[in-house]
């Protein structure tokens, strides 16, 4: 029964598959002759192989440091951006909660708000972002005396984070993102 010219293709493409598995398995490092002498795939020497990789030497190396920089410090990049994002939203929102709890522990709205700004500055810096790059915001519900008992009071911290090591970024107003948490107290009654 005559074989069909598909069959005759997968049958070719099969042994072109095997036959290159079998020379890369034969080949030594540098493209010597490896473990199977100096017979090429199919058992036959082969003068032309020889030199085909000569050309090619050390052009890996090359390819992997140039292809590794130009993809790694992108990758390497971004991560740190994200790690300064992340840094950033956990201390807007320890500096809310924090500026909160002190603001309604204060006797008089001016100290307390004083506390608040200082207890942001604090909280801030114990994650490494300057206060100048933050801001503080404090509501009460009431829209009278905000240390009255059972009022509510909410503090809203804002951070703008910057992109990091940019130079020349204050200026050029570069920022990998805005921040803001809000933290809410009651005023107790006893203090």
């Known amino acids: 029964m005559p074989r069909s010219p598909a069959d005759r293709r997968r049958r070719h493409s099969t042994k072109h598959f095997t036959d290159r598995i079998r020379e890369a398995l034969c080949r030594g490092a540098g493209g010597a002759p490896g473990p199977c002498g100096s017979l090429g795939a199919q058992g036959t020497h082969d003068p032309g192989n020889a030199g085909d990789d000569v050309g090619q030497r050390g052009s890996a190396v090359v390819e992997f440091t140039f292809l590794g920089l130009l993809l790694m410090v992108p990758v390497v990049y971004f991560i740190i951006t994200v790690g300064q994002l992340q840094g950033g939203s956990f201390a807007v929102v320890g500096a809310a909660d924090q500026a909160a709890k002190v603001f309604v522990a204060q006797p008089d709205a001016p100290s307390g708000r004083a506390a608040a700004e200082q207890a942001t500055m604090v909280a801030l810096a114990d994650y490494g972002h300057p206060v100048g790059n933050a801001s503080v915001e404090i509501h009460c519900d009431s829209g009278g005396d905000c240390t009255a008992a059972g009022s509510?009071?909410?503090?809203?911290?804002?951070?703008?984070?910057?992109?990091?090591?940019?130079?020349?970024?204050?200026?050029?107003?570069?920022?990998?993102?805005?921040?803001?948490?809000?933290?809410?107290?009651?005023?107790?009654?006893?203090?």
Not at 161 to 186: C, D, H, I, K, Y
């Open 152 to 191: 509510a009071v909410t503090v809203t911290v804002r951070l703008t984070v910057p992109l990091p090591f940019v130079p020349f970024g204050e200026a050029m107003r570069l920022n990998a993102g805005q921040l803001s948490a809000s933290a809410t107290q009651v005023v107790g009654r006893f203090r």
